[in-house]
């Protein structure tokens, strides 16, 4: 059984995480996705909230859970029997930063592989921190996430 894992900290959850989401799903036997803790003076949405989003639009797979973690993303796949490292990648820039960080997971653990996914066209400009920037000044991002999210955002922004 192969099983991959797609770290991130989706603040929030973009069509553009979800389209890899699916593509991965169709290739790995299970796909984790990893919630990255981090701080919470710089994220929107908290760590179980971002959990929470991930599983309500993810709520269609079988195959897929939703971890949440805090440390290095290489010693939680490590922990968790992954075999593959899922990321996204949208330009140029994202290469060179991925690829650094894949050369040091790969010297820290051998045996779990890096993977990347060309995003989808419509989904090129498409970022979490553009779509909060978006949302904080009332903009409607609905065609840029799923509905769970957008009305998340809304109340955020709103109280």
């Known amino acids: 059984m192969v099983v991959a894992m797609y770290p991130g900290r989706f603040d929030p959850v973009t069509n553009g995480h979800l ?21 919470v003076k710089t994220n929107l ?3 179980e909230e971002r959990a ?15 971890e949440i973690f805090d440390g290095l993303t290489i010693d939680t796949a490590r922990n968790l029997n ?3 490292l899922i990321r996204g990648l949208r330009a140029v820039t994202d290469f060179t ?17 890096s993977i990347f996914f ?9 970022s979490a921190s553009r779509v909060r920037e978006l949302a904080s000044y009332g903009v ?11 009305k ?3 109340k955020k922004f709103n109280s």
């Open 52 to 66: 929470e989003l991930f599983k309500k639009s993810t709520a269609q797979y079988d195959n897929i859970s939703v």
């Open 82 to 84: 992954v075999n593959v």
């Open 97 to 113: 930063t991925e690829f650094d960080m894949a050369l040091m997971n790969r010297d820290m653990e051998q045996e779990i592989e």
């Open 118 to 126: 060309i995003t989808d066209l419509g989904n090129l400009f498409l």
């Open 19 to 39: 389209d890899i989401v699916d593509r991965a799903s169709k290739i790995f036997d299970h796909l984790i996705i990893g919630i990255a803790a981090g701080d």
């Open 140 to 150: 409607n991002v609905d065609q840029y996430v799923p509905d769970i999210v957008s």
């Open 45 to 47: 949405f908290s760590a």
């Open 152 to 154: 998340e955002l809304t």
